[in-house]
């Protein structure tokens, strides 16, 4: 039975020609080779008697690698920063800007008033003096790169004191102690994981000490028996202190009405912290950059470091930091997504649950909906503190469960990403776009039929 089975196979090239007009043929020679040595194996392992389903089977393998591995995701989590689907959306006018730059030559390193060699790093530099007061920025390609040089830079071989407290792992396993161990920094930690104090810092300085680092717990927080001290009292110690911020906050964020305990950059150059770093895709809602803020002679020494052309940041980003930041100038950071959502009314944000609601009773009668009260996180190591009151759609299938439902919406073209809560599938208004809200319906049809 197994053999003839095998026998049974078609031929690779009539497979091949069976889909090459319609589809890349190199797509094609993939899936067909893919599919057939799958089908093989089961026949071989008893695992199949039939090959009935080996056209669909073909259609799936071919659809699946004629679409590109990176894919435009609709997130209904109401996680804001989520991490998983790309951190910050760019705005609209920042997006096509980075597009416009892509698509041809720029003077990324050619200083068109001197008709010279140029630094892709000035495109940006003023921009951060002007929005923070500091007096000299560098840009890099991530947060990450920006410890690891301020580390490398200034503490090569010498001591960086720590509060044990401070002593964080974010996403990806990056932890605070590996990188100051790769960068030649030597951990000196001090307090405990509750309680940290000033005279604990003090106690700790020797002649080798380089920089008391202070960091910001953007992706937890502690209450209770804790203490800590502010980054501008550790200025008291006289010793450069170095200040990694972690979210990029450009604005007070009670300006927005949000109470919540973040620091934002500007404020931390005006305490006198003599060096900073941050993301440039969590609260400040540009593309992912390091950047590095402080003191002119503490941040020029990071730009010659040699270490730093490993790091650089390309055009396509850089396009993206200007433009955003030029949008926080113009004081039109409600044009910024991320911000936009965070900042958005429960009234509103009901109003836009029962068109949801309705859209999708429209073209999906068969699904049980409800309209439900939830909250939405910031997310990507920031505000880990605050919940935001939001409205879902519930959503609940009859003879579907919600992970079965959530992953048909995950393997679609399009893939809408909501969160299961209590056997229902959850989609949260609040980090839906606007031009995504009305294709839902139909994604949530294609996923059912």
Not at 267 to 291: F, M, N, R
């Amino acid at each position: 039975m197994r053999e003839k089975l095998l026998r049974s196979l078609p031929q690779v090239s009539k497979l091949i020609e069976h889909y090459k007009d319609r589809y890349p043929e190199v797509y094609v020679k993939q899936a067909v080779k893919d599919t057939l040595d799958q089908i093989r194996k089961e026949i071989k392992e008893g695992k199949r008697d039939t090959l009935a389903d080996l056209y669909e089977l073909l259609e799936e393998s071919i659809r699946k690698k004629v679409q590109t591995r990176l894919k435009r995701v609709i997130n209904a989590t109401g996680v804001v920063i989520n991490t998983n689907l790309g951190r910050s959306p760019l705005a609209e006018e920042v997006a096509e800007f980075v597009s416009y730059i892509a698509k041809g030559y720029s003077n990324l390193e050619y200083d068109l008033d001197e008709g010279k060699r140029g630094s892709r790093h000035k495109l940006v530099e003023e921009y951060l003096v002007h929005l923070t007061g500091c007096e000299s920025a560098f840009v890099v390609n991530n947060n990450a790169s920006a410890v690891f040089l301020v580390l490398n830079t200034h503490a090569n071989g010498k001591e960086v004191i720590v509060s044990r407290g401070e002593l964080v792992e974010i996403g990806g396993s990056f932890r605070i102690p590996d990188i100051m161990r790769a960068s030649g920094a030597k951990l000196v930690e001090v307090g405990t994981t509750n309680k940290t104090r000033l005279k604990d810092y003090e106690g700790a300085i020797t002649e080798n000490t380089a920089l008391i680092m202070k960091v910001h717990r953007s992706n937890f927080y502690m209450e209770g028996f804790v203490e800590e001290v502010k980054p501008e009292d550790l200025l008291k110690l006289s010793l450069p202190v170095y200040y990694d911020t972690g979210s990029g906050l450009l604005l007070d964020l009670r300006k927005l009405g949000i109470k919540a305990q973040e620091p934002d950059l500007r404020s931390c150059v005006e305490k006198g912290i003599h060096l900073i770093s941050a993301s440039g895709d969590k609260l400040l809602g540009g593309p992912q950059a390091g950047i590095i803020l402080g003191n002119r002679h503490l941040v020029e020494p990071i730009k010659r470091n040699p270490l730093s052309r490993i790091v650089r940041i390309d055009k396509m980003t850089l396009a993206g930091l200007e433009m955003t930041l030029r949008l926080y100038i113009e004081e039109r950071w409600q044009e910024i997504p991320i911000l936009r959502m965070l900042t958005y009314s429960t009234s509103y944000l009901k109003r836009r649950a029962k068109k949801l609601y309705k859209w999708i009773k429209e073209k999906v009668p068969e699904l049980e909906l409800r309209i439900i009260k939830d909250t939405s996180q910031c997310g990507g190591g920031s505000l880990p503190d605050l919940m935001l009151e939001t409205y879902c759609v519930s959503l609940k299938h009859k003879k579907l469960s919600a992970e079965e439902l959530s992953k048909r919406l995950r393997n679609l073209d399009t893939p809408l990403i909501g969160r299961i809560k209590e056997n229902t599938l959850l989609l949260d208004v609040r980090t839906i776009l606007d031009e995504e809200l009305r294709l839902i319906p139909d994604i949530i049809k294609k996923a059912l039929f």
